[in-house]
């Protein structure tokens, strides 16, 4: 038996189907399933639990809601910093941090585009982050750090905000 803060899932024993069920009712119910640290799960740590056989399972969950809107809190203000970011570099025309700053925003985006498993969407196209990092680096490999920067507001900035217009949707 399955259960998600303390309702009944479901009573089938088969991992394959308990998975499915329980992927279903937190679709349909809006909740992702938490730790104890109130953390959400991977669906690593989800299917190792679903694994052990356990007579009964007992699993504790969050609405999607409250999760976005921490995450929403975070990236509004990590867009904010990358934006003071992009002026101060404009205004001091100091451009000798942009590459790095380009990769500490990269790694970010894919920290944030965990989200998708939640949203069950996909935010990041893979393809088009290896092209922008591609072409950002050629330019810095020639010294056009400007262009770096270019990159950084008008294409990376611009998907960490779609991020957040489909989250704040979602909400």
């Known amino acids: 038996m ?24 937190l679709f349909t119910e809006k909740l992702i399933i938490v730790k104890q640290d109130q ?12 694994l052990n056989n356990n007579p009964e399972l007992r699993l504790v ?6 999760l976005l809107s921490e995450f929403n809190d975070e990236l509004e203000t990590y867009i904010r910093k990358v934006e003071v970011y992009i002026e101060d570099m404009r205004e001091t025309e100091n451009f000798s941090d942009v590459l790095s700053g380009f990769v500490q925003v990269t790694e970010a985006l894919l920290e944030f585009s965990s ?9 990041l196209d893979q393809q088009q982050m290896n ?7 050629a330019r810095a490999e020639e010294g056009n ?6 990159v950084l507001e008008y294409e990376v900035l611009t998907i960490l905000q779609h991020f957040l217009d489909e989250t704040n949707e979602v909400m």
């Open 39 to 50: 953390q959400p799960m991977s669906q690593d740590e989800l299917a190792s639990l679903l």
């Open 131 to 137: 092209d922008i990092s591609t072409k950002a680096l």
């Open 145 to 150: 750090y400007e262009y770096v920067l270019d």
């Open 61 to 66: 969950a969050m609405h999607t809601s409250v």
């Open 115 to 123: 989200v998708e498993e939640f949203l069950q969407k996909s935010l």
């Open 2 to 25: 399955l259960y998600v803060n303390d309702h009944l899932v479901t009573e089938e024993k088969e991992v394959e189907i308990v998975a499915q069920q329980l992927k279903d009712y």
